[in-house]
C-alpha cells in the first residue's frame, strides 16, 4: 500500500483500528493474568502449581462430622456448588442460591457457599481475580516466624468484599502454615478479629498439594495458642472432568434464597 497518497487523519483512524483489532479482550473463556508477590508464587508451586491447578474442574469431598458426614461437590471454574447434610441439602446453580431443609437446619446458604471449598482450597483460591495483596507482619508460632501477605479484596468481589486473610508460610520452604482470617458477611464492616487455621497435614491429588485436615486454634491476645479443634477430609476426588449441570439444579423440595 502507498501510504504517501492517503491523509494523515485516515492513517491514524487506521492505526487505531488496527490496534483494536489486535488488542486482546477477555472472553468467558479467556484467563487474565494477574501478578502475584514473588514468595506467593514460591507457595503456589510448593503445593503443585497454579498451572496444574487451572487444569482441575471438580473437586468433591466429605467432611467428616460427628452428627453425620456433610458432602460438597464444587465446580472450579464457575464456583457452583452443593452440600449434602443430614438435615439440609443446598446448591448454587450459577443463578440461584437454594436450600431444602428440615426444622433443625438454622444456616444461611448465601453465607456458607464456598465457605468450607475457600478453606479447604488454599492456597489457590488466593489467586482469584479481584484480590489485593499486602505484605503482612509475620505470625509467630513455637520459635517460628511465619512470614506471609494480607489478602483483601476490590469492591463487589464476592458476597463479602470485606472479608480478609492472611496467608502464612514455612519460611525454609515456602509450604502454607496457617490462614487468619476475618467474618463480616453480616455486619458488612471491617473486622479486627482474626481466626487462625493451622494447614499441617496434607495430601497429594493429580500433583496438588491439598489439606487432608484443617484444624482451628485457640487465641490469647489475638495469637494462636493450642489446637481447639480439627476437621477431617475424607473421599476426596479432584478431576479435570466436569460434573454435570444437573447435580447443581434445585432439589424439587428447595426454595430459593435471596438473603
Given at each position: 500500500?502507498?501510504?504517501?497518497?492517503?491523509?494523515?487523519?485516515?492513517?491514524?483512524?487506521?492505526?487505531?483500528?488496527?490496534?483494536?483489532?489486535?488488542?486482546p479482550t477477555k472472553t468467558d473463556n479467556s484467563e487474565v493474568k494477574i501478578s502475584y508477590p514473588d514468595n506467593l508464587?514460591?507457595?503456589?508451586?510448593?503445593?503443585?502449581?497454579?498451572?496444574?491447578?487451572?487444569?482441575?474442574?471438580?473437586?468433591?469431598?466429605?467432611?467428616?462430622?460427628?452428627?453425620?458426614?456433610?458432602?460438597?461437590?464444587?465446580?472450579?471454574?464457575?464456583?457452583?456448588?452443593?452440600?449434602?447434610?443430614?438435615?439440609?441439602?443446598?446448591?448454587?446453580?450459577?443463578?440461584?442460591?437454594?436450600?431444602?431443609?428440615?426444622?433443625?437446619?438454622?444456616?444461611?446458604?448465601?453465607?456458607?457457599?464456598?465457605?468450607?471449598?475457600?478453606?479447604?482450597?488454599?492456597?489457590?483460591?488466593?489467586?482469584?481475580?479481584?484480590?489485593?495483596?499486602?505484605?503482612?507482619?509475620?505470625?509467630?508460632?513455637?520459635?517460628?516466624?511465619?512470614?506471609?501477605?494480607?489478602?483483601?479484596?476490590?469492591?463487589?468481589?464476592?458476597?463479602s468484599p470485606e472479608d480478609e486473610y492472611f496467608i502464612h508460610y514455612n519460611p525454609t520452604n515456602y509450604e502454607m502454615?496457617w490462614l487468619g482470617y476475618t467474618v463480616t458477611y453480616y455486619s458488612k464492616e471491617k473486622s479486627t478479629k482474626v481466626?487462625?487455621?493451622?494447614?499441617?497435614?496434607?495430601?497429594?491429588?493429580?500433583?496438588?498439594?491439598?489439606?487432608?485436615?484443617?484444624?482451628?486454634?485457640?487465641?490469647?491476645?489475638?495469637?494462636?495458642?493450642?489446637?481447639?479443634?480439627?476437621?477431617?477430609?475424607?473421599?476426596?476426588?479432584?478431576?479435570?472432568?466436569?460434573?454435570?449441570?444437573?447435580?447443581?439444579?434445585?432439589?424439587?423440595?428447595?426454595?430459593?434464597?435471596?438473603?
Amino acid at each position: 500500500m502507498n501510504y504517501k497518497n492517503i491523509p494523515f487523519y485516515i492513517l491514524i483512524l487506521f492505526a487505531f483500528l488496527q490496534c483494536k483489532q489486535e488488542a486482546p479482550t477477555k472472553t468467558d473463556n479467556s484467563e487474565v493474568k494477574i501478578s502475584y508477590p514473588d514468595n506467593l508464587t514460591k507457595v503456589f508451586d510448593q503445593h503443585g502449581g497454579l498451572d496444574n491447578w487451572q487444569k482441575q474442574r471438580s473437586l468433591s469431598y466429605e467432611m467428616v462430622k460427628e452428627e453425620g458426614n456433610e458432602k460438597q461437590f464444587i465446580d472450579l471454574k464457575d464456583r457452583r456448588e452443593k452440600i449434602i447434610a443430614n438435615n439440609f441439602t443446598m446448591g448454587y446453580d450459577g443463578i440461584n442460591f437454594w436450600v431444602e431443609a428440615d426444622t433443625s437446619y438454622k444456616g444461611n446458604p448465601i453465607f456458607y457457599k464456598n465457605l468450607m471449598f475457600y478453606f479447604y482450597a488454599m492456597p489457590f483460591v488466593l489467586s482469584d481475580e479481584g484480590i489485593i495483596y499486602k505484605e503482612a507482619d509475620p505470625l509467630e508460632f513455637d520459635g517460628i516466624s511465619y512470614p506471609g501477605y494480607k489478602i483483601s479484596y476490590q469492591d463487589s468481589i464476592g458476597v463479602s468484599p470485606e472479608d480478609e486473610y492472611f496467608i502464612h508460610y514455612n519460611p525454609t520452604n515456602y509450604e502454607m502454615a496457617w490462614l487468619g482470617y476475618t467474618v463480616t458477611y453480616y455486619s458488612k464492616e471491617k473486622s479486627t478479629k482474626v481466626k487462625y487455621i493451622r494447614y499441617d497435614d496434607w495430601t497429594i491429588l493429580n500433583n496438588l498439594k491439598l489439606p487432608k485436615s484443617l484444624a482451628w486454634y485457640k487465641l490469647e491476645e489475638g495469637q494462636p495458642t493450642e489446637e481447639r479443634n480439627r476437621l477431617q477430609f475424607d473421599k476426596i476426588v479432584l478431576s479435570q472432568e466436569k460434573f454435570a449441570d444437573d447435580l447443581f439444579q434445585k432439589t424439587a423440595g428447595a426454595k430459593i434464597v435471596t438473603e
